[in-house]
């Protein structure tokens, strides 16, 4: 799978719907409802699903392009529309088309990230004038990782993924590999071995090579797929799988060097290259609309 570049400029317009990559992922205590603490960096990537929206007269939501295996009412995008529209009593429906490129359930954050641009652009084409705090106040009731979408920076996460504050990376490339298990979010966190204490740390006090993925030797234990592609790419660049997996990233410093890896990859691990940005391609493209002298 070779993600191509998301345009901005086509028609219909296409709103970018970008991945995520968790470049550490320490799970630090538990919460009484049974959700867990977390510290993690999300990197937001250049590359990912593409959404477009057609606003309609009367309030009907409706999937043009469904997902194999997703029912509609369980869509996030569908679920996203609905949850925005009663919340803000909007009497104006829409139509989506979703191009999906990102492979679901692989810890890079899809059905969250679909979820956030639905809830960003319709409060753009609706007029429901939220701003991103409301925003992902109401992007949570849908997924833990929804609201580092909405905000669209590269941050700095704790809570259950929810506070968010924003962090300098040093720029890379990632070689992103889907070895093509699927892993359930909910049964890693409901592992008894799953390691719950680690010490918090400060975001000043982040380094790649001094943090870890505490999902990840769980997953490889369940998974030896997973265990494989890691043990490959580590002897390329420094690697670590991305939220519970089961997506596996490595780190270069440039584009060149992740495609000559990307090359050599065994054809039965799909990939794609993405650049790490500061600010999501979605808030870019928003900030753009807004700024344009002839928007309405
Ligand atoms: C692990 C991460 O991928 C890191 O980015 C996310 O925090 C997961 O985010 P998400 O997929 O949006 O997660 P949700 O849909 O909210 O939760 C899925 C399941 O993961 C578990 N979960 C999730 C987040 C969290 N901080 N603690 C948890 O224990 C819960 O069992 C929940 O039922
Ligand atoms: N629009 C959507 N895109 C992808 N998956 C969706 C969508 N709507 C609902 N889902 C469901 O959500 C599940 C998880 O998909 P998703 O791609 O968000 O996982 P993920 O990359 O592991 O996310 P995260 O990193 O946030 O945990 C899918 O298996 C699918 O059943």
Redesign the pocket.
Known sequence: MDIAVMPADSTPTWWPSPA?L?LFLHVTGRYDNGYHHLQSVFQMLDQG?RLAFEVTDDSSITLATP?P??PAQ????I?AARLLQRFTQCPQGCVIT?D?Q??????????????ATTLVVLNYLWGCGLNDDALALLGLQL???VPVFIYGNTAFAEGVGEQLTPITVAPACYLVVNPGV??S?PAVFSEPELPRNTPKIGLSDYVFEKTHNDCQQIVCNRHPEVAKLLQWLVHYAPSRM????A?VFATFSNEDAARKVQAKLPANWSSFVAKGVAQSPLKRQLHDVYAAPDRH
């Open positions: 995520k968790n699903d997902l295996g997703v369980d869509n996030l995008v679920k979703l999906k990102l492979p679901m359930g692989g810890g890079i954050g899809g059905g969250s990230s679909n979820a997924g833990a990782d699927h892993v979010t991305t939220g519970t997996g997506c």
